[in-house]
């Protein structure tokens, strides 16, 4: 029996491999004409970060979007990135940059299978329906295989799925695990329902929070598709101007990825705005999955009681549920979710690193890790807000 033989290639430009071949391997399932599971993987997502500039020359994310072929059909592919530092990813290896360079060795650039400046998770190696295990071997392999030729430190795989990351921990990559806080649906009906599920006293919070929030002097609105105008963009570039600028030293994303956001991504997102008058005055951004509602982005202009919450965790498990979706991902970080009716889980990523010596050091570390996550979110999902007992009915 003959060997298939897989050819590998790499692009600087997704344009290069197209969209009906990218999405093909990325959301076969809107074959049905539904919405993706995740929006991030789509062409139109990524394509808007390169062609916005947020990604690219300047950036310290040089794509290098990988193809896989048999017989010069492309079964599988994979956001690969160049990377001049370790910003933007929420997989913090900091402390391993500064190790691996005070002994002497270069870490940057490394490679990077990722979604840019996205914390959620979804897969990495995107392939055509029955090409799963072929195609994560060969995408796994020729980028394991790029990094060394080329001399580089490291190829990292960040927020992959369970299965993934389970498949690469047996073809040799480091298996590194850790948490996030997520809203998961009980079939709760409504707000109300969900309400109902927590303990008197978180319940008595929540509704104090959210009657503090929806005093704040304006309306709440939600808007997608073909109602968001662009003095929306406007009016959420000063918010996400500000946090990031906060938070990130400089924003992330380009003016110009919220224009390229408007032309082709406005059916994947929903804007939930908070308005005095006409004056959009906070907001928080959100990408819709087929079964998740994704928090991406939030900022204000003016400082309300609990706004923030609001806009960003409860307005999403209401619109949520009003529409079908299991789970909101609120973005990385942030115990305070827990309160809200955000539970912690486990995250993954797949890490290589070229330095032989220096990989036995991390995937001891990893190990250790590995457990100091388990065990936080099992403490974790204890001190959670739901009742305890069915008495707990105040």
């Given at each position: 029996m003959t060997a298939t033989t897989i050819e590998l290639t790499a692009h600087p430009s997704i344009d290069e491999i197209g969209a009906d071949v990218w999405d093909a391997c990325a959301c076969p399932e809107t074959a049905d004409g539904g919405r993706p599971r995740d929006p991030f993987t789509t062409f139109r997502f990524l394509s808007a970060l390169e062609r916005s500039g947020s990604v690219g020359p300047g950036t310290g994310w040089q794509p290098q979007y990988l193809a896989a072929r048999i017989d010069g059909q492309i079964i599988a592919v994979a956001p690969l990135y160049a990377k001049g530092h370790s910003q933007g990813e929420y997989v913090f290896?900091?402390?391993?940059?500064?190790?691996?360079?005070?002994?002497?060795?270069?870490?940057?650039?490394?490679?990077?299978?990722?979604?840019?400046?996205?914390?959620?998770?979804?897969?990495?190696?995107?392939?055509?329906?029955?090409?799963?295990?072929?195609?994560?071997?060969?995408?796994?392999?020729?980028?394991?295989?790029?990094?060394?030729?080329?001399?580089?430190?490291?190829?990292?795989?960040?927020?992959?799925?369970?299965?993934?990351?389970?498949?690469?921990?047996?073809?040799?990559?480091?298996?590194?695990?850790?948490?996030?806080?997520?809203?998961?649906?009980?079939?709760?009906?409504?707000?109300?329902?969900?309400?109902?599920?927590?303990?008197?006293?978180?319940?008595?919070t929540l509704r104090k929070e959210r009657e503090a929030a929806q005093n704040f002097g304006g309306t709440i609105v939600h808007l997608t598709g073909d109602a968001i105008r662009p003095a929306h963009w406007d009016a959420f570039w000063r918010f996400y101007q500000d946090t990031g600028a906060r938070k990130w030293g400089r924003p992330y994303l380009t003016r110009a990825f919220f224009q390229a956001a408007h032309e082709t991504l406005r059916d994947d997102i929903l804007l939930v705005l908070a308005m005095d008058g006409d004056r959009p005055v906070a907001g928080a951004m959100n990408l819709i999955g087929r079964d998740t509602l994704y928090g991406r982005y939030w900022g204000c202009v003016e400082d309300h009681p609990f706004l923030h919450f609001e806009l960003c965790y409860y307005q999403a498990i209401d619109w949520a549920l009003a529409h079908g979706l299991t789970r909101v991902e609120a973005g990385a970080q942030g115990e305070h979710k827990l309160a809200r009716g955000y539970l912690p889980v486990q995250t993954h990523s797949l890490h290589w690193i070229a330095d032989a010596g220096f990989a036995r050091a991390v995937s001891a570390y990893l190990e250790a890790e590995r457990r100091a996550v388990d065990d936080e979110i099992e403490v974790l999902t204890a001190y959670g807000p739901f009742r305890k007992t069915q008495g707990d009915a105040g």
């Open positions: 290896d900091h402390n391993w940059a500064h190790a691996y360079e005070r002994a002497g060795n270069r870490y940057y650039p490394k490679l990077q299978i990722a979604v840019p400046f996205t914390p959620a998770t979804g897969r990495r190696f995107l392939t055509l329906p029955g090409f799963e295990e072929t195609g994560r071997n060969a995408l796994i392999q020729g980028a394991t295989r790029i990094a060394a030729d080329n001399g580089l430190s490291s190829l990292h795989v960040t927020f992959c799925t369970a299965d993934e990351a389970a498949q690469g921990a047996q073809m040799g990559l480091m298996h590194r695990t850790g948490q996030q806080f997520h809203w998961i649906d009980e079939e709760y009906g409504d707000f109300a329902g969900f309400l109902s599920s927590l303990s008197s006293r978180k319940r008595k």
